[in-house]
């Protein structure tokens, strides 16, 4: 278990006084690399022994409410060497005065790719040490929720440009930006809603300068929530991932 506490600073809160959602992300992403940095390196050293690390699969449940601006948090993570290629990794953020309260828990199932053959490998192998000490740990579900394909009928998209600041170390768009395009997409008024749950599942890259299409359709409007699923085209047609989410009123 890895543990760091944050502050969320203004420029990582919105309108509502809460942290972003692609500010959480990155938080978690930190959290991540921060982690392993003494067994694998960074994210460039782990590159220049020939790796990289690809999302797959991606799971954020709000428990209670995000952090908001100025409040400090703690952020803990563990993760699994999983069955096969998969590696899962979850996080749990609570509040710095009462760490029993979990605002946020998150779950993330990842493939270690050789970049001299683009093809996966088996992480436990190529690099054993990020492992050693997860043995005891307790086992992580590997199930995810399976998303389904947005309906044709009162299906909204909305065009978003593929930007050079989109992109991460890799030169592939970061895993946050596309969570960003599909709450920019969703058809309410964010500001009178917040996010309870957030889903992803990614089966390819978009490229830079490219332009993704989102798709939306509403699924269910009932208990005073709303839910909503996504699927991102890429300017070839193809489908890059898919997402799901349940919104509550502010």
Not at 156 to 168: A, C, N, Q
């Amino acid at each position: 278990m890895y543990r760091r506490k944050i502050t969320v600073s203004p420029s990582e809160a919105g309108c509502s006084n809460e942290i972003k959602i692609r500010a959480l992300l990155d938080i978690f992403q930190d959290t991540a690399s921060l982690a392993v940095k003494d067994k694998e390196g960074s994210p460039g050293a782990l590159m220049a022994r020939g790796y990289a690390w690809v999302l797959l699969k991606y799971e954020i449940d709000v428990a209670t409410r995000l952090p908001g601006m100025d409040e400090e948090v703690i952020i803990e993570t563990r993760h699994t060497s999983g069955d096969g290629f998969h590696t899962l990794r979850v996080f749990r953020v609570s509040p710095a005065l009462d760490e029993s309260k979990t605002l946020v828990l998150a779950k993330t199932s990842w493939v270690l790719i050789d970049l001299a053959s683009s093809r996966p490998v088996r992480a436990i192998q190529h690099i054993p040490e990020v492992f050693e000490d997860v043995i005891d740990d307790v086992p992580i579900d590997p199930d995810f929720t399976k998303i389904k394909k947005p309906s044709d009928v009162k299906t909204s998209e909305t065009l978003f440009p593929v930007r050079f600041h989109d992109l991460d170390a890799n030169g592939h768009v970061n895993n946050a930006v596309y969570f960003e395009w599909a709450f920019e997409a969703t058809p309410l008024d964010l500001t009178a809603w917040s996010v309870r749950s957030m889903k992803a599942d990614f089966s390819k890259s978009v490229k830079y300068k490219d332009t993704v299409k989102v798709k939306v359709c509403e699924t269910e409007n009932a208990g005073g929530e709303r839910a909503f699923i996504y699927e991102i085209v890429s300017g070839e047609g193809k489908t890059a991932s898919r997402f799901a989410s349940r919104f509550m009123p502010v």
